[in-house]
């Protein structure tokens, strides 16, 4: 486990997953709010890039498509930056999909790679983790900016942060479900004689990373999104703005603490 592997796992989700979310933002938020957000979405891939791990750390042949398929991604999102009013609407959209389904190649091929000496339900266990990863982390992003967008334009429907609030709500949901089969297999598959027992770690002093993991980045985005949904509610986008600026930083911090943690005791959580 290194520093390098948790920030490029975590950078590739983030980046991602926002790009998977600019497909449920209607156009009316106009043209600079997804240039801004397919620029964001480039800036971090790039970054995550530059922390690529060697091949060793993340898994020989698998890590090796996930960084290309990675690099198709990257380029897919910002050649569609480059054109974002310039050319046809249609083709743009094209250049998203294809960077949207790179990019869930590369979430896969990542899985694969960082549980090869695994069994098989852990690597699914492993692909369910890191696509609810993206979705959360993509969800809270976009919905924080979305949230700050009413400040460019005003009479932006409210309908749309509320409909990126359910889907925000939804991830949370599919997180909280992947690492609570993640926990109870780890748990309960654990036999006498075996080396690792999560059990064990988690009631250690050292456990204290997945109690921290689970209360930042599961409980706290939970409260927080609800908050925010009430807020959207009654049409106070400031307020709900402000609280996803919390909800975002809980979901960061649990994140990064997901990825070490997965990296240190091969459990999906």
């Known amino acids: ?42 800036a971090i891939l790039v970054v995550g890039m530059a922390f690529r791990p060697d091949l060793a750390v993340l898994g020989g042949v698998a890590s090796g498509t996930a960084f ?25 959209r094209g250049l998203l999909w294809v960077g949207l389904a790179a990019g869930a190649v590369t979430l896969i091929a990542q ?3 960082v549980s090869s000496s695994l069994a098989m339900a852990s690597t699914v266990l492993a692909i369910a983790s890191f696509l609810s990863s993206a979705a959360l982390l993509g969800g809270s992003c976009t919905a924080m900016i979305l949230g700050h967008w009413y400040l460019v334009l005003p009479s932006m429907d409210v309908t749309h942060l509320q409909s990126m609030v359910k889907f925000h709500i939804g991830s949370i949901i599919v997180r909280i479900m992947v690492v609570s089969v993640a926990v109870w297999l780890a748990i309960s598959g654990w036999e006498p004689g075996l080396e690792s027992n999560f059990q064990r770690y988690v ?16 409980l706290g985005p939970a409260v927080l999104s609800y908050l925010t949904w009430e ?16 909800d975002f930083f809980t979901v960061i911090v649990g994140e990064i603490l997901a990825k070490y943690l997965y990296l240190l005791t091969s459990v999906a959580v």
């Not at 990373?209 to 599961?218: K, N, S, Y």
């Not at 807020?231 to 919390?246: D, E, F, M, N, P």
Request: no cysteine; aromatic share 14%; net charge positive.
């Open 111 to 113: 899985a694969v790679a």
């Open 1 to 42: 486990m290194s520093l390098s592997a948790i920030l490029f796992l975590f950078l590739t989700h983030l980046g991602i997953g926002i790009a998977w979310t600019l497909i449920l933002v209607p156009r009316s938020a106009g043209v600079k709010f997804f240039r801004f957000n397919a620029g964001l979405v480039v």
């Open 203 to 218: 009631l250690s002093s050292a456990g204290v990373f997945f109690w921290q993991r689970v209360l930042f980045g599961l």
């Open 231 to 246: 807020t959207a509610k009654i049409r106070s986008t400031q307020s709900a703005t402000g609280i996803l600026y919390v």
């Open 68 to 92: 290309i398929t990675l690099v198709v991604a990257t380029g897919a999102f910002l050649i569609y930056w480059a054109t974002i009013g310039r050319v046809m609407a249609v083709l743009r």
